[in-house]
């Protein structure tokens, strides 16, 4: 059994996520999509389908059974909500859209929704955090007290105006909106839910309009804390740290190791520090075969609708945070805009 994909957005992260689908032999790659005509008859060529016109006409293809969507996020929710209606099943990458109301009114298309949505959180899969949550899942570290998260890189100087990422309103809170998301779903992955959020969003030194610095201090229904920071004007750094009770572990992303001890402090000495290296990671093609297996075998997704909206909640319940300098109830601030829908 193979399954027909239509891809929409052919260019950087669209055709890596191509490439990862073209891996997995139940993948045809069948139509791809860009507004300019050359650009997708290049990427056509090059992917091995078929250039279309529109991306209506993949969708009106009765041969698609499945749309990727690897667009700017601004143009997610209508491309999104299209492809529900045409009755093909869905991926789409990270964030799953831009604004929350757009995330909210998504719920009636999905109600009856039978296919496969899948929103591309693929951060949660690096192996590093896969054994911080077994750590954490085993018990070795006790009862969870508090969790780091930083997820930065520089490319905030390099932004250009006529780019979607360097322009406020299409990318509230800049880092927030491209870094934060996968920072609160590794969260939630990790320690549960989130009970309150106050936040610091600004703009220092980059050149752009949206802010390109973001900090942030989390209370988690279980108790524990968390602090999250997420920039686009510092040099590349990726690490997630938990503290419990009976133990430490931090994983570092550029060493792809994680390091941990296990035990309390005897007689104000720690215990032994212990490292443990990582497999390198093929996120996208692990969650592309995810996305066919679950087509094929007609199950849920890791990474949904749900975790898609708490992700888009918690940058603009971030945002609304900073404005009024004041903590955010986060399950009492997505209610609230559920309710104004």
């Known amino acids: 059994m193979t399954i027909s994909i239509g891809l929409v957005g052919v260019r950087g992260f669209g055709e890596k996520r191509a ?5 997995n032999p139940k993948a045809v790659l069948s139509r791809c999509f860009h507004p300019d005509k050359l650009v997708c008859e290049e990427a056509a060529k090059n992917l091995g389908c078929k250039p279309s016109r529109s991306f209506e006409e993949i969708l009106e293809d009765l041969n698609v059974e499945a749309v990727v969507i690897s667009t700017p996020t601004p143009l997610h929710f209508e491309q999104i909500q299209a492809a529900i209606r045409s ?9 799953m859209v831009l604004r929350l109301q757009e995330g909210l009114a998504l719920q009636k298309d999905l109600a009856n929704f039978q296919k496969v949505f899948m929103v591309g959180h693929n951060y949660r899969r690096k192996k590093g955090i896969r054994l911080l949550k077994k750590m954490l899942a085993s018990g070795q570290l006790g009862s969870p ?5 930083h997820f930065s890189h520089g490319g905030g100087f390099n932004f250009q105006p006529n780019q979607w990422r360097w322009n406020a309103s299409l990318c509230p809170g800049g880092p927030l909106s491209m870094l934060g998301t996968h920072a609160f779903d590794v969260l939630e992955y990790l320690g549960g839910s989130v009970k309150t959020v106050q936040s610091r969003v600004h703009k220092l030194y980059a050149a752009t309009e949206a802010e390109d610095t973001t900090s942030h201090l989390i209370e988690m229904n279980s108790g524990a804390t968390a602090s999250v920071a997420n920039h686009y004007i510092v040099p590349s750094f990726s690490r997630v740290w938990v503290a419990g009770t009976e133990g430490i572990a931090w994983w570092d992303g550029f ?18 520090l212990h490292s443990q290296e990582v497999e390198e990671d093929d996120l996208l093609t692990g969650e592309s075969d995810e996305f066919l297996r679950c087509i094929a075998e007609g199950q849920k997704p890791e990474t949904g609708y749900s975790e898609g909206l708490r992700a888009v909640a918690f940058v603009h319940a971030a945002l609304e945070a900073n404005r009024n300098s004041k903590k955010i109830f986060f399950e ?8 104004c829908r």
């Open 332 to 339: 009492d601030y997505l209610k609230a805009e559920g309710s």
């Open 87 to 95: 009755g093909k099943h869905v991926f789409v990458e990270k964030p």
């Open 145 to 149: 007290v508090s969790f780091e998260i």
């Open 255 to 272: 060493e792809n190791r994680v390091y941990y001890r296990i035990g309390r402090d005897i007689d104000r000495k720690p215990s032994p």
């Open 19 to 23: 490439r990862s689908f073209l891996k």
